[in-house]
């Protein structure tokens, strides 16, 4: 430790030994360690304070010897300290307690300063953990009243427990056998160290698990699959003849169609679509449907009418109307030409013939063709 050969009791100091002549009790405070140099036209004796107080270290030492001298002391460590400093500055501070139980205020009894001869203290690493007990000697006179009692709660260094214990093997062996219990002798709780306790730690994996929101933030990249705008564009959707706003779905849909469409002359083909009636009937005006394939069935709604035509036999359309409390069946002729059917309604005594024909003017009939 640095040399604080430039100490001395303060004035301060000097003033607080008229009240310990007077029967006071001295009594040490705190001692503090700091790493100022002493200000121009400063001495030890005429200090007040310190001048960069770093730590303040509490007593657990006080020892009082036949020559008027105290011995102080306190256990340092680096834990709190954020960076390195100079132990340059070293002090006592004290109070006087009367016999009426009042005490004077506490002041700066002594004070040492090492100076350029100041020793380099270490912040704290788990590799430049620190801990000294230091000691300090300063004059009180003799006859003088010394409060040697150490507050509780107080801790010592190894050794001094170990000069304590002075061989001990009763004690030793029971301070041993605590060091080495492993479950949790003083009851620590979960919360007492910043924990989760089982319960707590329980509910947070579970509701992780039950997020279902993607808490992780996956991309579709992540997985090996294509994001929204990669799984379907416009031109993409052109090429197997959909609109612009088809969703991938549609190109599936379609995909299915094409390959069973594709397949062998006898394998079964399907085709749906619309038409827009005209208002028109009789062999004159007939309906035409043209089709990617020779119709074998076809089946057409509307509002009111379902008509079903069975492509291999003439005049076999047979048209069902919800018409006069859908008691209404009626024929159609028919023709069909390769992939084209043609059908007209053939009577002219039934009232709204146009009806008949599934061709009511600006209704939207919807068709669905079986072939092959």
């Given at each position: 430790?640095?040399?604080?050969?430039?100490?001395?009791?303060?004035?301060?100091?000097?003033?607080?030994?008229?009240?310990?002549?007077?029967?006071?009790?001295?009594?040490?405070?705190?001692i503090?360690?700091?790493?100022?140099?002493?200000?121009?036209?400063?001495?030890?004796?005429?200090?007040?304070?310190?001048?960069?107080?770093?730590?303040?270290?509490?007593?657990?030492?006080?020892?009082?010897?036949?020559?008027?001298?105290?011995?102080?002391?306190?256990?340092?460590?680096?834990?709190?300290?954020?960076?390195?400093?100079?132990?340059?500055?070293?002090?006592?501070?004290?109070?006087?307690?009367?016999?009426?139980?009042?005490?004077?205020?506490?002041?700066?009894?002594?004070?040492?300063?090492?100076?350029?001869?100041?020793?380099?203290?270490?912040?704290?690493?788990?590799?430049?953990?620190?801990?000294?007990?230091?000691?300090?000697?300063?004059?009180?006179?003799?006859?003088?009243?010394?409060?040697?009692?150490?507050e509780?709660?107080?801790?010592?260094?190894?050794?001094?427990?170990?000069?304590?214990?002075?061989?001990?093997?009763?004690?030793?062996?029971?301070?041993?056998?605590?060091?080495?219990?492993?479950?949790?002798?003083?009851?620590?709780?979960?919360?007492?160290?910043?924990?989760?306790?089982?319960?707590?730690?329980?509910?947070?994996?579970?509701?992780?698990?039950?997020?279902?929101?993607?808490?992780?933030?996956?991309?579709?990249?992540?997985?090996?699959?294509?994001?929204?705008?990669?799984?379907?564009?416009?031109?993409?959707?052109?090429?197997?003849?959909?609109?612009a706003?088809?969703?991938?779905?549609?190109?599936?849909?379609?995909?299915?169609?094409d390959?069973?469409?594709?397949?062998?002359?006898?394998k079964?083909?399907?085709?749906?679509?619309?038409?827009?009636?005209?208002?028109?009937?009789?062999?004159?005006?007939?309906?035409?449907?043209?089709?990617?394939?020779?119709?074998?069935?076809?089946?057409?709604?509307?509002?009111?009418?379902?008509?079903?035509?069975?492509?291999?036999e003439?005049?076999?359309?047979?048209?069902?109307?919800?018409?006069?409390?859908?008691s209404?069946?009626?024929?159609?002729?028919?023709?069909?030409?390769?992939?084209?059917?043609?059908?007209?309604?053939?009577?002219?005594?039934?009232?709204?013939?146009?009806?008949?024909?599934?061709?009511?003017?600006?209704?939207?009939?919807?068709?669905?063709?079986?072939?092959?």
């Amino acid at each position: 430790m640095g040399v604080f050969a430039n100490n001395a009791i303060t004035d301060a100091g000097r003033i607080l030994e008229g009240e310990l002549k007077m029967g006071a009790v001295f009594t040490p405070t705190r001692i503090v360690m700091g790493s100022g140099f002493l200000p121009s036209g400063t001495t030890a004796r005429t200090i007040k304070d310190v001048i960069s107080p770093v730590i303040s270290l509490q007593i657990n030492k006080k020892n009082m010897s036949s020559n008027g001298t105290v011995i102080i002391g306190g256990v340092y460590s680096n834990a709190e300290i954020q960076s390195d400093f100079y132990f340059r500055e070293l002090a006592l501070y004290a109070k006087a307690v009367k016999s009426d139980g009042s005490a004077t205020d506490e002041i700066l009894y002594s004070y040492g300063n090492a100076g350029n001869a100041a020793d380099l203290m270490p912040a704290y690493t788990s590799e430049t953990a620190v801990e000294k007990q230091i000691d300090l000697v300063t004059y009180v006179g003799i006859d003088v009243k010394v409060d040697l009692t150490i507050e509780s709660g107080i801790y010592v260094t190894q050794k001094q427990l170990e000069d304590a214990l002075n061989g001990d093997e009763d004690i030793q062996q029971i301070l041993n056998e605590h060091i080495g219990n492993k479950q949790n002798p003083h009851g620590v709780t979960a919360a007492q160290i910043g924990a989760y306790n089982k319960a707590e730690t329980n509910n947070l994996i579970n509701t992780h698990i039950n997020n279902k929101q993607n808490p992780h933030g996956v991309t579709a990249a992540q997985v090996g699959a294509y994001d929204k705008n990669q799984s379907l564009t416009s031109t993409t959707a052109g090429l197997f003849g959909l609109s612009a706003s088809a969703v991938p779905n549609d190109v599936l849909a379609k995909i299915l169609i094409d390959s069973a469409n594709n397949n062998a002359n006898t394998k079964c083909k399907i085709q749906r679509g619309t038409y827009v009636g005209t208002g028109t009937y009789g062999s004159s005006t007939p309906n035409i449907l043209n089709f990617n394939f020779q119709p074998y069935v076809v089946v057409i709604t509307g509002k009111r009418e379902i008509a079903i035509c069975n492509c291999t036999e003439p005049k076999s359309m047979a048209v069902f109307s919800l018409l006069n409390n859908g008691s209404g069946c009626y024929g159609c002729d028919t023709k069909v030409s390769g992939n084209q059917l043609t059908w007209w309604f053939y009577s002219n005594n039934v009232a709204g013939n146009e009806i008949f024909q599934m061709n009511s003017s600006g209704e939207t009939y919807t068709y669905t063709v079986i072939g092959y």
